[in-house]
């Protein structure tokens, strides 16, 4: 039975909205958002209809990487409360139906982790090969760093250990040896641990560095390190049946496939789709349809467990690594002309309305997309009201700036002295002032509520989430649509990605449908069809959700 499904394997139908609780809301006026805060406005985030939250990196640490760099992987960070404040937002967020999943930093720790700093001090520690060392450092490494503004090896020496240490990111960040089973004991620890605590899964970060065996001196011939993945996935369930992993894997879409766990499936579930979001930029840099349409036709079936994670933008840079180098430039030119916008030579360090230069329509038609093409919409904090970056901030952090709730002191985060916020706020346009909740809550025709509606409708709409995906042809470039077919059911989306309005015909694809009937527009205005074929009238930068209607099928509400 369909219904039962959809509730079981949840993640297939759900709205991820990924948060830092240090930025979120500050209940005790320091400056920090905190535990406490964000347990205020999970009622906010029920509103919204998004059905499960990601917590970026709340641990204890250093924040030399803004929490992706953990010194204890059992505890919350003193700055944003408690354990027990943390139990009491879990408690809020499952009473509101919310689930709530959390980053699994397991690459690396910070080197100030007291596994870290046993295995430097002595061979004999017992944690010396939670880590991997080596006496010199490769001729010719085998990766470059992640982060090549700031490190230029995969490799460091350390003085007290005196041996070279593996960090495919930061120096302060060693990587651990997933090879070794001890460490493999741990992770299961650690994922049981925050299990037992009743969060629903994990956001798995930098998962190839993960199961990367290089330096470790074992080879994939001995040991497969996607029975390693499997096996973690294996505890989890036995665990808690339905848990999730939602995996970072930034590859080319014919690798990808691997790490659900191939035919089986039984991997990762919910895998980010980095080839298609950045084709999706190509084309709507270009106002031309056909990048996403080649990116679509490579994407890998999923298995049945398995499903895309969509995002239009995250935490970090909006890398571009996929594209050509002549692409990339077209979208730098178009999205972040500016040096400053951009980063590492592969992205940019701006969120979606500025690089849109506020135009309203053309970011609903991103966000449409999102919710539309075949996966599960993960919303990063403050998309759902248009907020800017502060290109101010340095680096990948220029787009986690606070939330902004009202127009009013510290755009309603924080009562602490301006100078104590924990990071700058937005500036100008996209700024508090412009944009915040408060005033897009009372305005009928704010981004927020046409945010809300979307999400409500596209919950509504499992077929985007489970349903088999084919792209449709039209008659026109720049128009992007789709078709998803669940169980007897089929929804299309067409996009109009050009700034001018257009008359598009559509092959609908075959079906019995005799009309369709309009998703998201006030009236749901029906319109029939001519032998299969759709004729629509789209506005620039104009969408539509359909749902194909045969003669004996429920009306859609
Ligand atoms: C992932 C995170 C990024 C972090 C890095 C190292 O790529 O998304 O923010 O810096 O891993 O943990
Ligand atoms: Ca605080």
């Known amino acids: ?141 085998d990766a470059e760093p992640v982060f090549p503004d700031a490190e230029n090896s995969i490799w460091s020496y350390d003085e007290r250990a005196g041996q070279y240490y593996l960090h495919h990111f930061y120096a302060h960040q060693p990587d651990l040896n997933f090879v070794n089973p001890a460490v493999r004991e741990e992770i299961a620890k650690i994922a049981g641990y925050w299990l037992e605590l009743g969060v629903d899964g994990f956001r798995v970060d930098a998962v190839p560095f993960l199961i990367e065996m290089g330096g470790t001196g074992v080879t994939e011939m001995d040991l497969d390190p996607h029975a390693m993945l499997r096996d973690l996935k294996a505890f989890m369930t036995r665990r808690r049946g339905d848990a999730l992993l939602l995996g970072e894997v930034n590859l080319p879409h014919k690798d990808l496939k691997t790490f659900f766990g191939g035919s089986r499936g039984d991997e990762i579930q919910l895998l980010f789709d980095f080839p298609l979001m950045q084709a999706m930029y190509l084309a709507l840099a270009r106002r031309d349809a056909r990048p996403l349409r080649t990116s679509f036709k490579r994407m890998p079936d999923v298995t049945d467990e398995g499903q895309w994670a969509r995002f239009v933008r995250n935490h970090d840079e909006l890398t571009l690594d996929k594209l050509t180098d002549a692409q990339r430039q077209e979208v730098f030119d178009a999205f972040g002309p500016d040096g400053s916008m951009q980063l590492y030579g592969r992205g940019l360090r701006r969120r979606l309305p500025p690089m849109f230069d506020g135009d309203e329509a053309r970011i609903r038609l991103a966000y449409s997309l999102l919710f539309t093409l075949p996966g599960t919409p993960t919303l990063f904090y403050g998309e759902e009201i248009g907020m800017g970056e502060n290109l101010d901030i340095d680096g990948r952090v220029s787009v986690r700036t606070p939330m902004q709730w009202t127009d009013g002191r510290n755009a309603g985060f924080s009562t602490a002295r301006p100078s104590r916020l924990r990071r700058p706020l937005v500036e100008g346009r996209f700024g508090p002032l412009a944009v915040n909740v408060a005033a897009a809550e009372r305005d009928s025709d704010s981004l927020l509520n046409w945010m809300e509606r979307a999400i409500r409708r596209r919950r509504e709409t499992p077929e985007f989430g489970w349903g088999e995906w084919s792209l449709l042809d039209t008659d026109h470039n720049a128009v992007f649509a789709h078709r998803c077919e669940w169980e007897g059911r089929t929804v299309l989306a067409v996009h109009n990605l050009s700034d001018g309005p257009l008359e598009v015909e559509v092959d609908v694809g075959g079906g019995d449908g005799a009309s369709v009937q309009d998703l998201l527009d006030a009236d749901g205005s029906v319109q029939s069809l001519e032998r299969g074929m759709l004729q629509l009238t789209l506005e620039g930068y104009g969408h539509r959700w359909l749902r194909l209607q045969g003669e004996d099928q429920r009306p859609t509400p």
Request: hydrophobic fraction near 35%; glycine fraction near 8%.
């Open 1 to 141: 039975m369909s219904t039962g499904r959809t509730a079981d394997l949840w993640w297939k139908n759900a709205i991820v909205y990924c948060l830092d609780v240090e930025t979120f809301l500050d209940s005790n006026g320091d400056g920090i958002g905190d535990f406490n805060g964000l347990t205020e406005r999970v009622d906010y985030l029920a509103g919204l209809g998004v059905t499960c939250l990601w917590l970026m990196p709340f641990f204890p640490s250093p924040n030399r990487d803004d929490g992706y760099d953990v010194t204890d992987f059992y505890g919350v960070d003193e700055r944003l409360g408690s354990l027990g404040d943390f139990v009491v937002f879990m408690r809020a967020a499952k009473d509101r139906g919310l689930r709530v999943i959390v980053d699994m930093v397991v690459n690396h720790t910070s080197d100030r982790h007291p596994w870290f700093r046993s295995a430097r001090s002595s061979r004999k520690s017992p944690y010396r090969d939670y880590y991997v060392w080596r006496d010199e450092p490769a001729e010719q490494p």
